[in-house]
């Protein structure tokens, strides 16, 4: 079987700020005091990305309050700025994804060439939104075992979150079986998936997961499990809401190959009863990635503005599944149905469709063919035709409706094939570009 998903991602921020997805980025909030506690009024608050350099600022209001919303989760440096204090700087501010984080800032007097940094990474609070979940991070992400590499797997870590689905159905294009997420006792398959805010649920099916990103490429993803910010609906269960990394102004790149061999695999516990060998089975997992600026030498430098990741993965699995059939008696293709028993050895009378007629109840009544079998010129040829095509019965089956389970194929191996690809352009728009 050949599967492939393709997924191709130009993420341009004035695009992201007109759709109508659901906000995937964090707020950065809070409130500048002086050494008093009293507000500090017009301080300039800056922060930027520490990845992109991407630099979003605010002024404060008249209580000393301040928001900078839409920041791409990941670590920022927060710096604040009024004449008579001294700079305040705080390094290592980690924003997650959909996150509203409150920081709060005390200047203390002094020139503005002097500063004050805070290095200590103390996790900020989210205050300002009712929502319950949890995230899960990019270190989490890489560094988990992953059963076929699934990122939405890693949902099951979170408390109140139950996976319903088959753990051996868990594979990036079981689309419908890693859709079995129970979230705070909600009915399966009645959650939300998003992909950097944009909607993610399959169309085909039963509320599947449409796309399923590679590791590699996932910057996080938060488990949103109630109460809901008004911008999300549509679900009666919880939201996972997925971020893709962006790339920096730094090139980094990757490579993996996870394999199985025959040679490689314990055999099971019902072979080794009988003295069997261990069944043939192969599965390889590799891919690569990169990341960074975009750059053209002598034609374009994207430091601090363009960036790009492309990301790549193919799925190959060999796997021994014999097959029990059931095909047509070869007698049935001349319209022979005289040995046609169920399982029971009780006989089925077919009817002559032609013979129809009414009882007084208005029900219909048909005549049997004569010993249960059909006449030769009123078989379709063009049915008759297709049905040489099956092959042969080779086999029968103790307890089975004659002609049923007649087929036996040992030696059949299932193989999947999926290829997954990632490309992605981000821009950021400012004054200078």
Known sequence: MLRRAYCLVWALSFITAMGGAQEFRATLTGRVTDPQNLSVAEA????????????????TDSHGNFSIPLLRPGTYTVTVLHPGFRQYTQQGVTLEVAQTASLSVQLELGAETQSVTVTA???????????????????RVSELPLNARNPFMLGGMMSGVTFRGSAIWQRPFDNGAIAEWS??????????????????NGQAGDNNVAYVPIVDAVQEFKMQSNTYDAQYGHTAGGIMNVVLKSGGNKFHGSAWEFMRRTWLDANTFQNNSKGAPRAVHYLDQYGGQIEGPVLFPK?????????????????REGTPSPLLLSVPAPEF????????????????????????????????????????????????????????YFPKPNTTTPNSAYSQNDLSVPGYFAKDKFYNYIARVDEIIGQKH
Do not use: C, M
């Open 299 to 315: 034609l374009y430098n994207g430091h601090d503005k363009t960036f790009f990741l492309f990301s790549f993965e193919n799925y």
């Open 183 to 200: 979230i705070n006792g909600s009915r399966q398959r009645q959650n939300e998936f998003l992909i950097d805010g944009a909607p993610n």
């Open 333 to 388: 293709l001349n319209g022979d149905f005289s040995k046609l028993t169920d399982a029971n050895g009780k006989p089925i009378t077919i009817y002559n469709p032609f013979t129809t007629n009414f009882d007084p109840k208005g029900n219909p009544i048909r005549s049997p063919f004569p010993n249960n079998q059909i006449p030769a010129n009123i078989i379709n040829p063009i049915a008759q035709k297709i049905q040489s």
């Open 44 to 59: 300039t608050v800056q922060v930027r990305n520490v990845s992109t350099s991407e630099v979003s600022s605010a002024k």
């Open 121 to 139: 990474e103390t996790p900020l609070l989210e205050v300002s939104t009712a929502d319950r979940g949890g995230v899960v991070d990019t270190q």
